[in-house]
């Protein structure tokens, strides 16, 4: 226990004295008691030694002071051109601030460098917290987790050291690498863990029954615990405090860790025993790839660092997993009887005597297995959970769920349970506890509750709609779907960043360094875990306001069919870089478009990140993995048109050209070249058309007639243009999709009422070729709206 | 015939939805000689002729023959006969069982335009048109210009 005392006395200390650059920084009365506390550990030698080479290697200048931020996103550029490169350069910066204590509002970064004002302000509030730290016995200023805590709050919009790296980044950088080398000070090297629990996928979407949707969400949940749990038993076997985890979520995870010989050996037998486990529980559904990749120490600065990231992640990982189950082999190969299958997720080793009823209230319910059943009722209740307490006692009362990991023995580790308790309520005394998940939590005094051992942000993309029908539970697919406009369907949405691997890989250039990898992580993950919840559950306060200076970020007016709320979604999964959101199908759509405009925000307009989405419509009788295959297939398609997609109502077009934004990128230069004596439309893309139509309310005749016609005619351009699919580019080609076409639109729109023709930009709009593309978007979009 | 000056052409626009704009009213007067010169300028058959073309002619000519109040019933046998080919062709796929059938599709027009003035337009376009057909693909491409020309006839609310 000698060893964990020093990983993590270097830890504190690193934080403690980037606590006293925001005591200095703010005149706290902390700064002089904090100096004293820091010094104090000047009497271990390895904890001084380790924490001074961590902040040589880090450049840390304790003299230095908070600045502002740039926009990390600014430094990402794929362009290999170098003199496109240099036209891709933006400037923007983080507002100052501080993150709200529950749903904080997406930061969307500034065109000029922030004023003194700003600056002010913030110091001002973290005075206040920090001169509330100070209690007789300096429990506060010892407690690992919750110092992390007030750094990531405060100083995740300011920079520390080079002006686009983030104080916490740089902190808990610094933290983990002094944490490092105090378990092994005279070495050169470093290690880097990385995990990987893969079939995800396979475990989330194979479900095919009623009431699956919440039982997908359950089980993505479960899943976010089960990579949690991969974090804890190495930390505690390895022996290092939190700070050492660069990022965990999703299923992978990141831990920096000294390089020594019993580090392997420990990641070998924690792989081991989850897999031993994962085979048990899933039937090898889910495999956890982990390994480790020695790297020398001075090179978490360099570029470097991203080389030996990539190696790990799609070199050695990618070895475990092409054969799977390699160390488990006798158990994977065992033999077992096959029963009727579960009707949920189709496992067969279950005895038929053990499969129960799904959903206990409905007499014809499906029978399925324990998992799935448990799966079930865990996701009704999934609406609201405050706190997860880890712990190594069963029962107690007051939670409202438990989830329980009982690892198995294997030849080098013993069986051990583990039991994560939820509650709908943060504040609990749970016996035996050594850390609390406080659930999409930045408040500081949950952090100080003194029954908690050790305490930590959990972060979950995981809004959901309360139910009206019953009180407390997330609402169920054919609530949902009564609740959408014209049609009665639910939406899919599958979405993800285009090129995340190059990002991190080649992104930064030669500023690849750790620190900076930690930050670009952090900020992704809090786009799809954190204020996407704040965009479905606030959207008033988070979407762009067409009116502030966020809308120039974009270069553009942000776009939307209604400005109505879209709270009638059901997260299913966000996390990482990726979402599996699901609602009524109107609502879908319009958060599809929210989410892509304000992403594009968020990472200050930059061209090489972008989304790719793909969005299935179905009846709540569709099975639901049908609907994620048929969303994930739409996203490919996507990713097949170039990325920075979108695939809808089975037609792929770039985003721009669905919200009808301007750019004259989206048209390639060939049909450019043959276009070009044409004006330009007004009206550009499917859903300015669609806007329009549907205010002008042109009644249900006329707007049947209408997209009858638009179908028809978009189904004999399709067919016309089969004939070109080797060359689309052909003057007959171009000419049949552009043009051929025109005439019958031209006279679709002269059956339309007066009122709508006399909307001379719509009907000159729609008859351009510019437009010939969409009629079957623009129509589909329109008669699901009315039906 | 005289070249008309631009004094005297003023036809009233005939609803107020002018979609011709005054400026072509010049070239709205030419546009059958402007097809027709097109249509015998083509290197290899009807075939030849670009779609772009075609559809900016028939967007003039449409309202064009609208304002010469030509009535779709007028040309009715015509356009029957058109339709009845092309049923046909889709059928059979093979050119050469309609190839004399095309041809005599000309006197349809004679004969209608000579019954009505209104009719004599489309007959002059047709008939160069149908002079150039010597292929399957030549005839899918007359029954796009005429399809095209009768959708921009009816946009004008030509009946």
């Known amino acids: 226990m000698k060893q964990l005392r020093v990983a993590e006395k270097a830890a504190l200390q690193v934080i403690q004295e980037a606590i006293r650059v925001l005591a200095v920084w703010t005149n706290s009365k902390l700064k002089e008691k904090l100096s004293r506390l820091i010094a104090a550990g000047d009497n271990d030698d390895v904890i001084k030694k380790a924490v001074a080479q961590a902040q040589k290697l880090l450049s840390w200048n304790s003299k230095g002071e908070p600045k502002a931020l740039r926009l990390l996103f600014d430094s990402i550029n794929l362009e290999k051109d170098k003199e496109k490169k240099s036209q891709n350069q933006h400037q923007h910066y983080c507002q100052p601030d501080v993150i709200a204590e529950r749903n904080p509002k997406i930061p ?239 496992r067969d080793d279950v005895e038929s005597a053990e499969l ?34 880890r712990s190594q006692s069963e029962n107690f009362e007051d939670k409202f769920d438990t989830l329980t990991f009982e690892l198995p023995a294997t030849d080098k580790r013993d069986a051990k349970n583990v039991y994560y308790h939820l509650f709908h309520r943060w504040k609990q005394i749970v016996p035996d506890n050594d850390t609390a998940l406080l659930v999409n939590d930045w408040n500081i005094e949950h952090y100080k509750f003194s029954q908690f051992k050790k305490s930590f942000p959990l972060l979950l993309g995981n809004y959901a709609q309360e139910s009206s029908e ?114 009524t199908w109107n609502e879908v759509v319009e ?24 969005i299935s419509i179905n009846d709540i009788k569709f099975p639901l993995y049908k609907a994620a295959e048929e969303s994930g297939e739409a996203e490919e398609k996507a990713k097949g048109n170039g990325k920075d997609s979108l695939s809808l109502f089975s037609q792929v077009f770039k985003w721009n050209e669905w919200l009808g934004i301007e750019d004259n990128k989206i048209i390639d230069s ?43 005619t978009a189904e004999i351009q399709e067919k016309a243009l089969e004939k070109f699919e080797d060359n689309k580019k052909s003057e007959e080609a171009l000419g049949t999709r552009y043009y051929l076409h025109l005439p019958k639109i031209a006279y679709t729109l002269a059956r339309l009422p007066k009122n709508v023709l006399d909307d001379t930009e719509f009907r000159t709009s729609l008859k351009s070729p510019y437009n010939a593309p969409y009629f079957r978007a623009i129509a589909t979009w329109i008669e699901l709206l009315n039906r | ?82 339709n009845r080919l092309k049923a046909n062709l889709v059928e059979t796929g093979e050119f050469a069982k309609i190839k004399t059938e095309v041809v005599l599709l000309k006197p349809k027009l004679a004969y209608a335009a000579a019954r009505q003035k209104a009719a004599k337009p489309l007959g002059e376009v047709m008939s160069a048109a149908i002079d150039e057909v010597h292929s399957k693909e030549d005839f899918e491409r007359l029954v796009q210009l005429l399809e095209s020309i009768i959708a921009y006839h009816k946009a004008e609310g030509g009946k």
């Not at chain 1, 958060?591 to 793909?614: E, H, V």
């Open chain 1, 108 to 346: 969307y970064p500034l065109e000029k460098e922030p004023s003194l004002e700003d600056f002010i302000k913030l110091k001002y509030e973290i005075k206040q917290e920090l001169d509330k730290l100070d209690d007789d016995r300096d429990r506060d200023l010892n407690n690992l987790s919750l110092l992390t805590l007030i750094l990531e709050k405060y100083g995740s919009f300011i920079s520390f050291g080079d002006s686009d790296v983030a104080l916490i980044d740089i902190a808990r950088s610094t933290a983990g690498v002094a944490a490092a080398l105090a378990n092994n000070p005279e070495s050169n090297n470093l290690t880097l863990i990385a995990g990987d629990l893969s079939g995800i996928q396979k475990f989330i979407y194979t479900i095919s029954s009623d009431g699956a949707l919440k039982s997908l969400r359950a089980r993505s949940f479960y899943l976010e615990l089960v990579t949690e749990e991969v974090v804890q038993q190495l930390l505690e076997a390895l022996e290092l405090p939190r700070t050492n985890v660069i990022y965990a979520g999703g299923g992978n995870l990141y831990i920096l860790a000294p390089a020594i010989e019993s580090v392997k050996i420990n990641v070998a037998e924690v792989r081991q025993q989850f897999n031993e486990w994962l085979l048990g529980e899933f039937q090898g559904k889910n495999f956890l790839a982990l390994d480790c990749l020695d790297f020398p120490i001075t090179d978490i600065t360099t570029e470097k660092f991203a080389d030996y990231w990539s190696e790990l992640t799609s070199k050695k990982l990618a070895v475990h997993k092409s054969r799977k189950f390699a160390e488990n082999i006798s158990k994977f190969l065992q033999e077992s009887d096959s029963y009727e299958p579960c009707k949920v997720c189709h």
């Open chain 1, 356 to 389: 129960k009823q799904l959903n206990k209230n409905e007499p014809d319910s499906v029978l399925a297995c324990e998992t799935c059943c448990r799966m079930f009722e865990l996701g009704g209740q999934l609406l609201k959970v405050e706190v997860i307490v």
């Open chain 1, 470 to 583: 019953e009180k407390g539970l997330i609402i169920r697919a054919n609530e949902m779907a009564k609740k959408a406009k014209g049609v009665n369907r639910l939406g899919y949405l599958r979405m993800d960043v285009d090129n995340l691997g190059r990002i991190f890989a080649e992104g930064l250039g030669e500023n690849k360094t750790l620190p900076r990898i930690a930050g670009l992580s952090r900020q992704m993950s809090y786009f799809f875990k954190v204020y996407l919840n704040s965009l479905a559950e606030f959207r008033q306060e988070n979407f762009l306001n067409k009116n502030k200076l966020i809308a120039d970020i974009l270069h553009k007016k942000a776009e939307f069919l209604t400005p109505k709320k879209r709270d009638n979604l059901l997260f299913i999964y966000a996390g990482g870089d990726d979402l599996f959101v699901s609602g």
């Open chain 1, 591 to 614: 958060f599809a478009f929210d989410i892509y405009q304000c992403f594009r925000a968020y990472t200050g307009n930059n061209p090489d990140i972008t989304l790719s989405g793909g």
């Open chain 1, 670 to 712: 060939e049909i450019q070249k043959y276009l070009h004596s044409e004006t330009r439309p007004k009206l550009l893309g499917i859903l300015p058309f669609v806007e329009r139509l549907e205010q002008q309310d042109i009644g249900v005749n006329y707007s049947r007639n209408f997209v009858r016609n638009l179908l028809i």
């Open chain 2, 1 to 82: 015939m005289p070249e008309p000056t631009k004094s005297k052409v003023t036809i009233p626009p005939l609803n107020s939805r002018q979609s011709i704009p005054q400026t072509n009213v010049n070239k709205t007067q030419n546009i059958v000689e402007e097809i027709v010169k097109t249509i015998n300028g083509l290197p290899d058959g009807l075939k030849t002729y670009p779609i772009r073309d075609l559809v900016k002619h028939a967007e003039e000519f449409g309202p064009y023959l609208k304002q010469q109040r030509l009535e779709t019933n007028q040309v009715r046998k015509f356009l029957d006969a058109v």
